[in-house]
């Protein structure tokens, strides 16, 4: 619907520029927007206004001039009219709401599809935890958040690639394997110190036990010991790191690793180009690099006085290896510690002829767990945080991810464990899921009844006269636009409001016919409104089930 008023709109505006009742300039970035009150119609644009400096005119005037010149060939618009100072409000005819009814369920699962990408090769990179402890409630947000963004650019004509980066080449594995063989060692000698900046937790000591059980490590020079330790402990886990995202639904198409960065040589030849275009320096025996020149508060260090690339050298790689491999866009979902680090990574891309705009990064901020009313802090697991293994046993796949999603990434995420266990409609994925089941329910019921569906679009749409219907209606026809809303913005999160509102108003809806059999769907006395009713409610079965689709959570048909 929105796309068709603005191509009308557009139309209009073409037809007042060669008729020179408007000067012809630039089309503004207007809006076609539904109204907050439903007394302003059904769309609203505020195309006068955005007009008003370069026509040197009022706004209202403006509009008229616009609707005087609009061409409606189709009968989409039942009435228009001039609101505030100079706002365009539009009515949809009602025919048009019920063929949009009829598409969506001749469309059914490529309802809300689009080619918005145009097929424009994306790389999204989210996750990319260390692989030194279990996977925690951050990374489970980050997962969350990644794995949703990537199935709705899909959806959207994005050729999208997911990418996990293994942090494995620094200092944080060889601590691993000092922890590992403290622990194996403490077992025979209690007295053995631990590293100061060790790894603590259960998972440590479970390491231990397995390469004992695999290896003896006495046999061993301490060094070559620690050595093994840190690859038998990044190995199991990365292992266990791919078990719990395949549980919580995410699967990765590239694993990049930067020890194999490092090994391909690749890292010195990013330097090389950077040194060729006058973008790297020496300073008291370090390397840095000309960050300063494209927008960063200080020049940084690649590589340090004792030969070492510094991590930033090993980003700044990684990042120039994505551009060389022909993606058009990229996406970083980072914890919002890396808050500092966002412009110095952009400001080392642009510097090696990465033009801007090409990274996006996403900070996600904490997740806070709550239980019986207090905040959790500690797993015994872990050590210090709790894991995402431990939610997910706690609450399940579905109530995690879409709790993830229920707050914007760069908020704090209160999780509250009981909320979510409940069945009730405080729990907002129950609420959700409970309306696709309800909706099977009924169509379980209109087969006892002998009233089978038929999915070419009845005759009898027109039936569909109640308010709380063509409310329906509308709400089911923001779901494409929704969807490539959340592509521009890079705010999965969205969906998850739209499903709740969306459910929200279908429960409404089924509760009044369960006080007035006036509004029922199923009314053996009237089955060509039953056929009307059961048609509404498959539509909305679809966008509620291609919308938890997206979301990476399952549509029950039974609750």
Not at 6 to 27: H, M, T, V, W, Y
Not at 133 to 145: D, E, F, N, Q
Not at 514 to 522: L, P
């Amino acid at each position: 619907m929105r796309k068709r008023l603005q191509d009308i709109l557009n139309a209009g505006l073409e037809k007042c520029f060669q008729a020179e009742s408007l000067k012809r300039c630039p089309i503004p970035n207007y809006s076609v927007e539904v109204p907050n009150h439903a007394g302003f119609g059904h769309f609203a644009t505020n195309l006068p206004l955005l007009l008003a400096s370069s026509q040197g005119r009022p706004p209202r005037e403006i509009a008229r001039i616009i609707l005087a010149n609009i061409l409606d060939q189709d009968g989409l618009i039942e009435k228009t009219d001039i609101a505030g100072p100079g706002f365009i409000n539009f009515s949809i005819a009602r025919n048009e709401w019920l063929n949009l009814l009829s598409r969506i369920v001749s469309s059914g699962a490529e309802y809300g599809r689009s080619d918005l990408g145009r097929g424009k090769k994306t790389v999204v990179e989210f996750v990319s935890a260390n692989p030194t402890g279990p996977l925690h409630l951050g990374h489970g947000r980050g997962a969350a958040l990644g794995d949703t963004l990537c199935r709705i650019l899909n959806f959207c004509g994005f050729d999208v690639t997911r990418e996990f980066y293994i942090n494995d080449a620094g200092q944080q594995i060889r601590l691993l394997g000092e922890s590992v063989f403290s622990r194996w060692k403490q077992t025979v000698d209690p007295g053995h110190p631990f590293p100061e900046k060790g790894y603590h937790g259960e998972y440590i000591l479970d390491l231990a036990r397995q390469i004992s059980m695999q290896e003896d490590l006495g046999n061993m020079a301490e060094e070559d010991a620690i050595a093994f330790c840190s690859r038998f402990g990044k190995e199991k886990m990365l292992e266990e790191i791919r078990s719990d995202l395949k549980e919580f639904r995410v699967h990765f198409d590239t694993w990049s690793s930067e020890t194999d960065l490092h090994g391909s040589g690749l890292l010195e030849q990013s330097l090389q180009a950077l040194r060729q275009r006058g973008m790297v320096y020496e300073r008291d025996g370090a390397m840095w690099i000309r960050t300063t020149d494209y927008g960063d508060d200080k020049d940084r260090v690649i590589r340090k006085r004792d030969g070492q690339y510094t991590y930033f050298a090993s980003d700044i790689s990684y990042h120039l290896q994505k551009w060389s491999r022909g993606f058009t866009g990229a996406i970083n979902i980072w914890g919002a510690d890396h808050h500092g680090y966002v412009q110095r990574v952009k400001a080392a891309l642009n510097s090696s002829g990465v033009e801007e705009g090409w990274l996006s990064v996403l900070l996600i901020q904490l997740v806070k767990l709550w239980k019986g009313g207090q905040e959790v802090k500690m797993s015994k697991r872990a050590g210090q945080y709790v894991t995402l293994r431990e939610l997910l046993e706690e609450v399940g796949v579905d109530a995690a991810r879409f709790v993830f999603l229920t707050k914007n990434h760069d908020s704090t995420l209160d999780f509250d464990v009981d909320l979510v266990k409940k069945q009730d409609s405080d729990n907002p994925v129950y609420y959700v899921q409970y309306a696709h089941a309800r909706i099977c329910s009924i169509f379980r019921r209109a087969a006892e009844e002998g009233l089978p569906v038929h999915w070419d679009p009845p005759p009898v749409l027109g039936r569909l006269t109640a308010e709380e219907e063509m409310a329906l209606i509308r709400n089911m026809a923001e779901f494409p636009p929704l969807l490539e809303d959340a592509c521009g913005k890079l705010e999965p999160h969205r969906l998850t409001y739209y499903l709740a509102d969306l459910a929200g108003l279908f429960h409404k809806y089924f509760n009044m016919g369960t006080k007035n059999a006036e509004y029922r769907v199923i009314n053996t006395d009237d089955v060509e409104l039953s056929r009307a009713r059961l048609f509404l409610a498959g539509a909305l079965r679809i966008v509620l089930e291609n919308g938890l689709g997206l979301l990476g959570i399952t549509a029950p048909e039974k609750m």
